[in-house]
């Protein structure tokens, strides 16, 4: 990880699970970003007492109330965090906010594909096409050719269950809204990293593993479990992170920085 230098980070569903555990090791690192945005639909709610109580001990951390589905949220969100920049670009965009439902095949639903496409594939386009400008200013604040985290990129929290070629685990979870919603949300990953390569940003689609959260918890079904902590999880995606280069723009790789198939 010493090679990954972020002078900002934005996660998205930063409240609890995965989006949780990055903050967290975040301000955690031996050169911390001087700002981390965590961004989550209900700042003052339950579910973000966690995080709250962060906020309360690292005044790096600023929480942003962000919805991903509402393009009004995301533009709000993007003004107070260009505000708090001051004339700094966002080093980092990982979009992390997901959903899932457990629909199979048969019993999957024009509302259910819906909102889940709209939450886990549109979030993340509107989210990279309104944080473009903040981006594109980290990289040209760090001057010199290469792509890297450390310059300006966009993860986007993508699924092994979203690969085609490889497909995993459908006779124990069909998930068909989900499984799509993460194949276009590669397929907006390749489209992303071809566009903003000019703009010097990296773009990957990132698998953070079997992981024990509330989503990787609904997968448990009694004999198979989430093998993975989150700790474990986002340890190895950060790792990854701290690995890349200009090659690996439009990819889809594991936690484990393992090249997964479309
Ligand atoms: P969780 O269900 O634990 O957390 C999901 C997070 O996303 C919550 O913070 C939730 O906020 C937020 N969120 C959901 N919808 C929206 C929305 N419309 N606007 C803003 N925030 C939203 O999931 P994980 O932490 O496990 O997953 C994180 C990412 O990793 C997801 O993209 C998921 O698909 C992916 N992933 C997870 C795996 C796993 O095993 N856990 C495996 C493969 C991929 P709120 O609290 O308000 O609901």
Partial sequence: MAGLRVHSVLVTGANRGIGLGLVQHFLGMPNPPQWV??????????RAQELRHLASKHCNLVIIPLEVTDPASIKAAAAQVGEHLGGSGLTLLINNAGMVILNALDNETLEDMACVYTTNTIGPLLMGQEFLPLLKKADQGRPGPALSCSKAAIINMSSYTGSIEDLNLFDTAQIVSYRCSKAALNMLTKCQSLRYKEDGILCIA???GWVQTDMGNMGDTGSQKP???????VQGMLKVLSSLSEKDTGTFLSWEGKVIPW
Avoid: N
């Fill in 37 to 46: 945005f965590a961004a989550c639909r209900a700042p003052t709610g339950q």
């Fill in 206 to 208: 990132l698998h953070p």
């Fill in 227 to 233: 093998p993975l902590t989150v700790d474990e999880s």
